[in-house]
């Protein structure tokens, strides 16, 4: 066990202060992942998250619990996950370890068993001494115990390394999910909408299958921000990933694309699919009140934008994406809060 010496103390002590003191200045939730994060910033550890929040700080900008998440998820989640990761390993290394010098000590006492056992044998066939007969019979006796022993501790090593593994098991499943989700919605983040979206498309090229690819962004997210401030930005972006993720089923599969922009995959759905589940996605998301907490009061609701566009043999993710990106800024221009399809590639 390490301890700490008087003077890191007093500096934990003073950085701990520091990040509290900030939490309430911002006006932000005291988190674990906040307090962190602002730790962090006033220890100086991380180059990267000083760099990024200066930055934020000199733009003017607020800072608020959605941006401390984008920055905690930039910079600090996945080295948590890349931590557990690496003492999961060193810890299955380790039971790996155990059981096999426990293994390798049994061999020895089975090698040993053996031989006590071939020397009882020989005494029994080569002598009528009682003396020497009970001599044979005790060694027997004692080697036997001794294997039992060695067996017994084999299983028990063998029943707490697979509680071991169960455990990393699950922890490792929970670092991967953590990995892969969005903090502040709960849905898939980018890179695991990047892997399922190379999945799906690859699945489609390979089996001539189609599937169609929603691009969503919330109409006038900045204006609702600054007229009601982030934290109400924030319940924003939760109450659609919510919706978003209520009214979809089956294989489909929705994630956060960044800032107040969605994305959805739709197997097996070709265009005509596609749009109606838009129109289902818009009116669901514009029939929910924003309601702010603290009063009670109905501060409006919110439209969604959607672009769509349906997989045709396209030979890089990307151009799929861009199709997308195209028809969303189509329904954007032609007045928000409607449903755009790309048009058809093919000749």
Known sequence: MSFLTSKEKE??????????????????????????????????SIPEVVRVIDAIVDSGQVIT????????????????????????????QSAIETVTNAVQDVKQATQKYGEALSQVNNKISNTKD????????????????VMIRQNDHLAEMLVQSNSAMEELKRDLEHVRREAMTDGL?????????DSEFDRV???????????????????????????????????????????LKDSIKGKDF?????????????????LIGAVSVGNTLRKAVASKDVIN?????????????????EYENDKMPEDLIERADKALYTAKHNGRNQVAAAPSTKK
């Open 65 to 92: 619990d959605y941006i401390c998440n984008e920055i905690y998820s930039r910079f600090l989640s996945d080295l948590r996950n890349e931590e557990t990761v690496r003492n999961s390993g060193e810890q299955v």
């Open 293 to 309: 907490r603290s009063t009670g009061k109905v501060l409006g609701r919110i439209t969604m934008s959607v672009g769509i566009a």
């Open 254 to 270: 929705a994630a956060r694309y960044g800032g107040e922009e969605f994305a959805i995959i739709l197997p097996d759905t070709d």
């Open 185 to 193: 919605t709960g849905l898939a983040n980018r890179k695991a909408f």
């Open 130 to 145: 009682s003396g020497e007969l009970n001599a044979a019979m005790k060694l027997a006796a004692d080697s036997t115990n």
């Open 201 to 243: 498309m690859h699945m489609a090229s390979q089996n001539k299958t189609l599937f169609t690819l929603l691009m969503l962004d919330i109409d006038h997210f900045k204006s609702f921000n600054d007229n009601f401030g982030h934290q109400v930005g924030d319940q924003v972006l939760r109450l659609v990933a919510r919706t």
């Open 11 to 44: 500096l934990t002590a003073e950085l701990s202060s520091k990040a509290i003191a900030r939490i309430k200045k911002e006006d932000i939730l005291p988190t674990p992942e906040n307090y962190e994060l602002w730790f962090v910033y006033y220890a100086r």
